[in-house]
């Protein structure tokens, strides 16, 4: 990141610019903003409760939020690799909104007012908690608009038969409305388990200053730190019931980065069904066709690729990997301090990030556009000799087993086959094989 042409900050990000020329690459956007709610929300209450005058509170709080607008951003370079804390791009934050304050007319020190009542131990923590919650009102959103696509072409193909699939194998029919419908119920499980991990993501260690204790700053400050917060970020944010514990471990980012994880390996797994499905069209299943959003190949005209279903299993593997490295950093708290939250918060927002965007673009650039091939899966359907597993009640495992393989073994549908079997009616034979009625359970020719 280029310096600005004014420069807000002071010695001590001069310094850590200067200690940490690692990855060039700074703290993403929303954890900026965060930190500017944090100092806004932290200025507004101690204006209120008279621990600094109104007017220099009120002066923090507005070039604060001229930070949490992302106004500033540019005044932010440090690596997301430095001190373990964070206590550099704290540092930072309150010598931009020092100087934000001076160009206002007034004097506020970084340490003494931007940072009153404050530790970089308890504002950072609560910077990637902040963050997280924000960013995740987002992600369910993209979540949920993914599960209604999902749900309406189910509900547009919920009785077209084909064939299921076990260990890759054919197995017995299922309709491409219940194929979906798990995909659905998946999606609705992620989203009801992050909502769960999120209650305890919002519980900020805010007030517990450098260890837990609180000291140097007011006890009602954490209480009212948070409900500021809440206004200012519309997000029920509450203080934590252990500032000790909140500020020692990151458990709670560990899970909700377990939470993230899991919705990737559910939407790697839809990824993967829609590009098995619409593999071919000639030699793979062929079942559907993606919409064709770009030339498949620089050598072969005419070739389409399912290119958005690729980009997303990318995502995940991506996502699955910052969880390994959340699950190390969170191990990194050495009695009353974990020294990994850069990484913590930088992990989490690019998996949050990219969750929301590749959830959106799986929704409409695929799934949307999703067209059936019925002649193939109907093809496919009356050749699968599985479906003579509903004759077990009546003929048995066995001899449905014999049969189903002399079917396999020349090339015929099991219907073909059975019809020579003299010992079975012909009409209960095609009423028990209805690929529909096999879909809905139970024992066929019973009533349930």
Same mark, same amino acid.
């Given at each position: ?13 001069? @310094? ?11 703290? $993403? ?9 944090? @100092? ?17 509170? &009120? &002066? ?12 500033? /951003? ?35 020190? !970084? ?35 993914? &599960? ?9 193909? *919920? ?33 009801? $388990? ?15 200053? *450098? ?14 730190? #948070? ?7 519309? +997000? !029920? ?12 471990? @990151?458990?709670? #980012? ?14 790697? @797994?839809? #990824? ?46 991506? %996502? ?36 929301? *965007? ?29 479906? %003579?597993?509903?004759?077990?009640? $009546?003929?048995? +495992? ?9 079917? /396999? ?9 059975? $019809? ?23 024992? !066929?020719?019973?009533?349930?």
């Amino acid at each position: 990141m280029s310096e600005p042409a004014a420069i807000l900050w002071g010695e001590q990000t001069r @310094k850590a610019i200067d200690n940490f020329p690692l990855s060039g690459r700074p703290w $993403r956007p929303a954890l900026i903003r965060a930190l500017g709610l944090i @100092k806004a929300a932290a200025a507004r209450t101690n204006g209120s409760l008279g621990l600094i005058a109104p007017e220099l509170a &009120a &002066a923090i709080e507005s070039a604060a939020l001229e930070v949490a607008q992302n106004q500033h /951003y540019a005044q932010f370079p440090l690596d997301i690799y430095q001190t373990g804390s964070g206590t550099s791009t704290n540092m930072n934050a309150n010598e931009v909104i020092s100087a934000l304050v001076a160009q206002a007319g007034l004097s506020a020190d !970084p340490n003494d007012h931007v940072n009153y009542g404050q530790s970089s131990n308890d504002v950072i923590p609560s910077a990637i908690q902040i963050a997280a919650c924000l960013a995740c009102d987002s992600l369910i959103v993209a979540l949920q608009h993914l &599960a209604s696509v999902v749900g309406t072409t189910a509900a547009r193909h *919920a009785d077209v038969v084909k064939t299921g699939r076990t260990h890759l194998m054919d197995a017995l029919p299922i309709t491409v409305g219940q194929e979906f419908g798990a995909w659905v119920a998946q999606l609705e499980g992620n989203r009801a $388990r992050l909502e769960d991990s999120l209650k305890r993501v919002a519980a900020l260690p805010l007030g517990g200053t *450098a260890i837990g204790t609180g000291l140097n700053c007011d006890p009602r400050f954490a209480a009212a730190a #948070c409900m500021a917060l809440s206004e200012l970020s519309g +997000y !029920p944010f509450v203080p934590a019931h252990n500032a000790f514990m909140a500020i020692a471990a @990151k458990d709670e #980012c560990v899970e909700l980065s377990g939470q993230l994880k899991t919705l990737a390996v559910s939407l790697m @797994k839809i #990824c993967n069904d829609l590009r098995w499905m619409n593999s071919g069209p000639l030699a793979g299943i062929g079942e559907i066709e993606l919409p064709a959003l770009q030339a498949g190949s620089s050598i072969m005209p005419g070739k389409v690729n399912p290119v958005i279903p690729e980009a997303v299993a990318m995502i995940c593997a991506r %996502v699955i990997g910052n969880d390994v490295t959340v699950t190390v950093a969170g191990q990194s708290g050495n009695f009353q301090l974990n020294v990994m939250l850069p990484l913590i918060g930088e992990s989490l927002l690019e998996s949050i990030e990219l969750l929301t *965007a590749g959830m959106h673009l799986l929704a409409d650039r695929a799934i949307s556009g999703l067209q059936l091939r019925h002649e193939r899966i109907a093809s496919i359907l009356q050749r699968n000799p599985i479906l %003579v597993t509903a004759l077990n009640p $009546r003929i048995g +495992y066995a001899r449905g087993a014999a049969l189903a393989k002399q079917a /396999y073994a020349e090339g015929r549908s099991i219907r073909d086959v059975l $019809r020579e079997q003299a010992d079975l009616d012909m009409d209960e034979l095609e009423a028990l094989l209805d690929p529909l009625l096999l879909t809905r359970g139970g024992i !066929p020719g019973v009533e349930q």
